[in-house]
């Protein structure tokens, strides 16, 4: 059964920095990502990453602010924000799946952590 857990959701105030992580059990998978769902929007695409770490996307909205990393000898999946807006408030959910599309479908998801960003 896989599983994913994220950590390192809070509260920061706008311009600050957080650092999300995401534990995957029950197997490994050549993609991982993050997405975000704020209250009333659709769920969207944050950041993917492949195998090797080499390979990344990110959404334009948070390029050069947000870097994407994973660590496969502890199947985990980082995602450090730095420079956070209020808009970015939302819950982040962590995403596996097997195959190289980044931007999905995916199969697996975690069941979020909030992030509030404060003006």
């Known amino acids: 059964q896989v599983q994913l857990v994220e950590s390192g959701g809070g509260l920061v105030q706008a311009g600050g920095s957080l650092r999300l992580s995401c534990a995957a059990s029950?197997?490994?998978?050549?993609?991982m990502g993050w997405f975000r769902q704020a209250p009333g929007k659709e769920r969207e695409f944050v950041a993917a990453?492949?195998?090797?770490?080499?390979?990344?996307d990110y959404a334009d909205s948070v390029k050069g602010r947000f870097t994407i990393s994973r660590d496969n000898a502890k199947n985990t999946v980082s995602l450090q924000m730095n420079s956070l807006k209020p808009e970015e408030t939302a819950v982040y959910l962590c995403?596996?799946?097997?195959?190289?599309?980044?931007?999905?479908?995916?199969?697996?998801w975690g069941q979020g952590t909030q992030v509030t960003v404060s003006s």
């Open positions: 995403a596996c799946r097997s195959g190289g599309d980044f931007r999905g479908p995916y199969d697996y």
């Open positions: 990453i492949g195998w090797g770490g080499e390979n990344t």
């Open positions: 029950g197997g490994t998978f050549s993609t």
